[in-house]
Structures are given as C-alpha cells and as structure tokens.
C-alpha cells in the first residue's frame, strides 16, 4: 500500500510529520517508530524498517519530531532544529499517539537512540516497547561544555546528513534539558512502567556504548522484559545515510524486534516463551 505524510503544526514554528505504512487489515497492531538526534522519518534504515513492518502484516508510522528540523513538504530547516528542545519533543509524541490510537488496537514503540528515552517518558501511551541503542540518560555533556553553550549561545552539533549543513543547538535546548525534570521523570518512568520492553544493544557501538544500554535495561522495574546484544557493529548497525543495503547487525534487530512485538503487543501470554528464546536476563 502506498505511503502517505502528514505534518501537523505544533506551535513556534515547529511541526510534526507522521509518515504512514498501512496494511490493509484495519485492526492490524502498530508501531510507532521513533528517531533520535540528527535523525529524521526518512534517515537511513527508517524507511526500510517500516517497509519490513509492513510486509509482515503490521502498521508502521515514522515520526518526524520537531527536533528533526523538519516540515512541509518535507524540507530542513537548521533554525528549527537549533530551537528545538526535549519538552516540544515530548508534546508531539502526545499528539502523534492521539491520533494514532485512533487506528489501532495495540500500539509498540520503536525508538532509537535519544527517541527511545522519549518513548519512556511516554510509556503510558503505549503496548509495548522496544528501544534500540538508547543513552542512559539525556544530556550527557560535561560541565565545561556546558559552560561552554552558555556563554556562546550556541553548540556545534556535527552535519547534517543529507544536506551537509553545519549545525547547532540553540540555548533553548539546554535551557530546557536543566530547568524541566526530563531526567526525573525518566527514572520515574524506569521505576512504575509495566509494559513489556525490550532494548537491544550494539557491542562496539560508540555513540551510547552498550554498558549504557545495560544500565538503563537493569533499572527497569517491569517482569516483561528482553536484553540482546547484537555482536560486532556500532549505533546504527552498520547504516549510514543514505541507505544502500540492509546489514546482517540491522536484519539481527529487526528479526528480535519483530519476534517480540508478536509475543506480547497484544500481551496474549507468549512472553515467557520469548524470553527464555532471547535470553531475558
């Protein structure tokens, strides 16, 4: 079936984008997939991921948050993605899924890196979850970057994949990480939700080593629950953009991923089985 994108405004000058995969069951279950930093819905392996979804019989919808920088019709804007911060993200996330349980009776969250800390925050509104190379934490920078970011006003932040722009994040980003409880209210969440989740890890990955990906894993409080690492690859598995090819690290994810959405999102009792094929630990 074909594709379609919405961008939904969300205020400030920021939008949302909500890419659809359908399947023709109208009762089908769903994923909601979500990027992380510098990412957006059509980074590298998101569209490939939610094609796969697709073609096993599940919705996929792929989020272009305001932190991607992106809207209408689908072009960059390096001002949007230098005022972007934590809270927008979370505000869209809230109005994706409103929209989204509107078609679906059980509804996953896919995040990935930065985007599956955001998933957590919002675990309430979802079935079930699965968080791929995620940070313990937001806001890993130091105390002197930091310092750093105040007094310029700006921090480089790298390029932009597609377009090669330099870019930067904004005070507003900082500003929101320090004075809002993002990171409470993530330790909260790794204490109550009950969902089952799974992380999957990548051994030599560089950007959130997979000791972080353990930790975050090990707070989690919920009895349905999965650990995999996927050996000898890095953040994104062995994907740059623009895709080429899938990889056998990124068709490793996606099979663990698929097996337990079908195991539990409905939680239809399968769990157990799951766990004991993956190794719950």
Known sequence: ?????????????????????????????????????????????????????QSHGIAAYVLALPSSGYGPP???????????????????????????????????????????????????LFDCMILWTPPRRFGRWTEHQRHRWRSAGVLPAGTHPE?????????????????????????????????????????????????????????????LRLWHVVPHTGHTFGVQHPFHQSTPALEEAIHITLDFFRSCCPCSGNFATSAQQHGER
């Open 1 to 53: 079936m074909e594709t379609t994108l919405e961008w939904i405004a969300c205020g400030n000058n920021q939008w949302l984008g909500i890419e659809y995969y359908p399947v023709e069951n109208p009762s089908a279950p769903a994923v909601c997939i979500i990027h992380g930093f510098r990412a957006w819905h059509r980074w590298g392996f998101f569209p490939h991921l939610a094609a796969t979804f």
């Open 74 to 124: 689908g072009s960059f804007s390096a001002a949007q993605f230098a005022r972007a911060t934590i809270s927008q993200d979370r505000v869209a996330l809230a109005l994706a899924i409103s929209r989204l349980r509107q078609q679906t009776s059980c509804l996953a969250a896919l995040g990935h890196s930065r985007g599956g800390l955001v998933a957590l925050l919002e675990h309430r």
């Open 163 to 223: 377009t090669g722009e330099a870019l930067v994040l904004g005070i507003e980003y900082l500003q929101d990480l320090e004075s809002q409880p993002h990171n409470a209210d993530l330790e909260q969440a790794l204490k109550t939700m009950r969902i089952p989740t799974c992380v999957i890890a990548a051994e030599c990955d560089m950007v959130a080593p997979a000791s972080e990906a353990a930790a975050l894993y090990n707070a989690l409080t919920t009895p």
